[in-house]
């Protein structure tokens, strides 16, 4: 049987695919020339992560395929009923990058609460004709340390961000509409572990009482974070998308850094992915990554043999 690994897999997850008797093909196919290289080559298991889409026209068409995988969590690129309503199985790996996400949430909250993102770029221009000037305007970041973070949902990627607020020395509380509580393992170098129990609260005081808050939900219709959930805000509060794209109001962002509301905020995902608004790309007090959450060498590792581990379980 022939995988196609479209957005591409792990060396990993190849080793363990083909271990299992499957062919391997990582070529990247156009969008518009995959259902037909498909069925030219019969492919029997299509793995995507979020560049390729996988829709009705392509289920209909490629009756060879037997899996619809995803490299990660979220899966609005992919029509998942409708694939299970035709006998199609479609799996992903929804633990495998929790822990990537919230380092990389806790990189861009390190980095604006001591103004690194502006200080990497303003060191090597003017670091050795305006040292005291750039020393004076950064000078005055904050610790995370104390702070309250808010957590936006809930789930794995959420409770990962929290273990590592946790550790960090932060008190965390959180909101997730399905959840009443949740038990958070941490675990040490040398075997130790602590429990913290985090009992969930409103989305409204999660807002009103967080210093930093980091949202970790699935895109949907209406905005997370606007306008209205701005004001609710501490003046000064520090925000994290590396959720999807379109969960936060990007306008009303701008405007609630303009007005102070905001101190700085973190993106990772855009609403205009892969071409986000200028104003965003120019705003000083934005820290921005090319939604690269789950984008570390462990994760992809973790994402390609587990993938490899689902897919022989199904067709073995």
Known sequence: MKVLAN?????????????AGFEVITTTVAQEQLINYINDNQISVLLVRSATTVRKDLIDACSSIK????????????????????GISVINTPAASSHSVAELVFA????LARFLHNSNREMPLEGDTKFKALKKAYGKGVELKGKTLGVLGFGRIGQATAKVALGAGMKVIAFDPFMEKANLELEFFDGQKVNFEINTISKEEVLKQADFITLHVPAQKEYVIGAPEFELMKDGVFLANAARGGVVDEVALVKAIESGKVAGAALDVFEKEPTPEIQLLMNASLSLTPHTGAATNEAQDRIGTELAEQISSILG
């Open 7 to 19: 957005d591409g897999i792990s060396k990993s997850g190849i080793v363990a695919l083909e271990k």
């Open 67 to 86: 899996i619809i995988g995803r490299g990660g969590v979220g899966m609005d690129n992919i029509d998942v009923e409708y694939a299970r309503e035709k």
């Open 108 to 111: 861009h909250f390190y980095g």
